[in-house]
């Protein structure tokens, strides 16, 4: 079922050269200063790898969801905030890439192409919405050739670096979730305002802003597609994330667990290695039983989302990103523990790699929400 | 919220916890988040710790020490600082885990000389036995101290010694003979300005940041010969009495964190919503909320048992483990999900304007030292069967 062919082979062998050289020894850094990882945009800009899924027609290479899961996991496994920067990268282009229309997509999914470094993002969430985020409040108002938005977003991913971010807004708040419709606002349009970016306790190296939508004008060609159909772009878009989150989880978990172990099988204590130790044992056996289920579940969601199965898919990967986000906060929560007052120092990588873990399990979506879909989905309650 | 009013045998406890619970809450909680950013230790919570008598409580009475319930006391002021503040409420348990072995094995006249001045002189101590290369194991420590006429000359390196930068009295545990065994091992009284003595750099950690942890050099430090606490070959048992006190005071500070991220998302909803409401219409909030209050009503119990045991100097061994392998958890695993809570009903709490995620970072510690879980548990293990073992004896 895994064989990876000739193309993913030689993909995840350049990925992981790249992580090795240029990811792995920047992420601390990263995570000290909260800075946006512009070296990484750089470097996956060069090697093609900053929107692998960007269609082949408007010049992407258009990797499979699988491989790009593959190369989110590889990321994670040294840094989950540059891991995180090719998710918000696909979370942006997703939007116009199932939603928009074919001018649209000219414009903006161009710009994506070869070694642009064309940043991205999302905002959906506001202020006292969270996981509710079909309470939003910012409204848009067609006046002449121009839509006028108002509102404010927070956590809007890459909101004060990208060039171009997807926001939604209702059109028409009458008709409830079917009238929220989606845009394409470019920095720079007057009345994108930019607040704050948020101080966060893990994924520092990733941007999530506070931004007010002002009067903002937004030509009225940059609705992505009819009005009203905002609301299932963002639900194909939030679960392509979830799946995107559960493959960043395994790569974080599996990263956490490699330290783990290459510590306990280094550290003496009572005369032996602490690898030798039942509890040490039982712990790691729980990590990689853990990390191998929720990557077969991922793995499995991305051939869903490939064959085109989007409502099975939209389930799955509310599992997936479930148990791997659970299973990365326990993973990297035992590995502190392993590596014991050493683990709880800032000159090893475990702790950074728990509080990265934590969000895992809130962004997209928290995990409760995740089995409010899953226990719907199942039970056909909407 | 939550209270431990059935676990205080005497109105004079119930005295202490007000006043405790006051001081917190006006005075140590605004003080929390910036120590924790800034990596800050606080000199004017020190000061207050010393006004309220919370870093003597352990002492003999006269100087200035709580009396007989000390261990209960020792829990109940750590609680209720922790609920707002980790790292302060650490500043106390290890005054107390770093006097133990003077107050227990210290003769009268090095009794006589330094509680006084360390009460009176408002002296912090450090405990100095974990070493880079010897956690878990205390038996496998490098230090040194070799006998030199009527005195002794210290040797080694030692870390992750909480106050190790700002305390004026350290009690240290060397080797006093070769082999490596349980009997080998002595613990010293050394004070600050020793020469020899040196601080090495202060650790940056994940948590409980408001706390000074600093490495602690001793090159050829000269000590005279009734600097030495116990008798000789004593450390490693002191070192363990040590832990029947310490483990319930860590267990306590656990609780404390986990009260406090329950009183976060009580308040995050009631800020919100019609809590009663709220709460029956939210089954995940409701059973996350039914969850956390067992795990802390169970902590306490074992927590409180461990103390009064102590208290009553019977063994406590396996009751203070017990408390501080469950309460560590439980904290673990409350602070985790508050965070969810707060997310879910549209807060922040990763953002570190919230208070949870600083009370995640901080509850990891307390499944850490004094003895991981891991260890915890092979204690309790132990435990047990020598309890077995024994009864069996006596039928």
Known sequence: MFQLDEEQRLILQSVREIVEKEIKPRAATLDETGEFPWEAVRIFSKNDILNPLLPRKYGGVEVSIYTFCMIVEEIAKACASSALLLITQAEGTWSIVYGADESLKEKYLKRLAGDSKV??????????????????????????????????????????????????????????????????????????????????????????????????????????????????????TLSASRLFTAAQAVGLAQGAMEEAISYARSRVQFGKTISHYAPIQFMIAEMATGIESARLLT?????????????????????????????????????????????YMKDYPVERMMRDAKLTQIHTGTNQIMKCIIGRDLTGIS | MFDQTSFLPTEELKNFRDRIQRAARTEIAPQASWVDEKEFFNQEVEALLWDLGLLTLTFPEKYGGYGKDRAVALCIAVEEIAKYCASSALLLIIQAVGSFPIIHGGSNELRQKYLPQMSEGRKLVAYLVTEPTSGSDIASIQTTAVKDGNEFILNGS???????????????????????????????????????????RAERKLGQRGSNTTEVFLENVRIPGENLLGHEGEGFIIAMK???????????????????????????????????????????????LADSAILIEASRGLIYRAAMLNDEGKNGTKFSSMAKCFAGDAAMKITTEAIDVIQALGGYGFLKDYQVERMFRDAKLTQIFEGTNQIQRLVIARQIIREAISSDKKE
């Open chain 2, 158 to 200: 030692k870390c992750f010694a909480t106050s190790g930068g700002v305390a004026g009295i350290y009690s240290v545990l060397v080797k006093t003979s070769e082999g490596k065994g349980k009997g080998n091992s002595s613990f010293f009284l050394v004070e600050r300005d020793t020469p020899g003595l040196s601080i090495g």
């Open chain 1, 299 to 343: 793995y499995k969601t991305a051939f869903l989302f490939d064959r085109g199965e989007w409502k099975k898919a939209g389930t799955h990967a509310a599992m997936a990103k479930l148990i791997a986000s659970d299973t990365a906060m326990k993973v990297t929560t035992d590995a502190v523990q392993i590596m014991g007052g050493y683990g």
């Open chain 2, 242 to 288: 040590d832990f029947d006190m310490s483990r319930p005071a860590i267990a306590a500070q656990a609780l404390g964190i986990a009260e406090g991220a329950f009183e976060a998302i009580l308040q995050f909803i009631q800020e919100k919503h019609a809590l009663e409401t709220f709460v029956s219409d939210h089954p995940i909030i409701q059973s996350i």
């Open chain 1, 119 to 236: 940043l991205t993002g999302l905002g959906a969430i506001e202020p006292s919405a969270g996981s509710g985020i079909f309470s939003l409040p910012a409204r848009a108002e067609l006046r002449g050739n121009q839509y006028i938005l108002q509102g404010e977003k927070c956590y809007a991913k890459n909101g004060s670096v990208a060039d171009f971010l997807v926001l939604y807004a209702y059109t028409d708040r009458s008709k409830g979730s079917r009238g929220i419709s989606a845009f394409v606002v470019e920095k720079g349009f007057p009345g994108l305002v930019f607040k704050r970016d948020e101080n966060k306790m893990g994924m520092r190296g990733a941007i999530y802003s506070e931004i007010l939508l002002e009067n903002l004008g937004v030509p009225r060609e940059n609705l992505i597609g009819q009005e009203g159909e905002g609301y299932l772009i963002m639900l194909k």
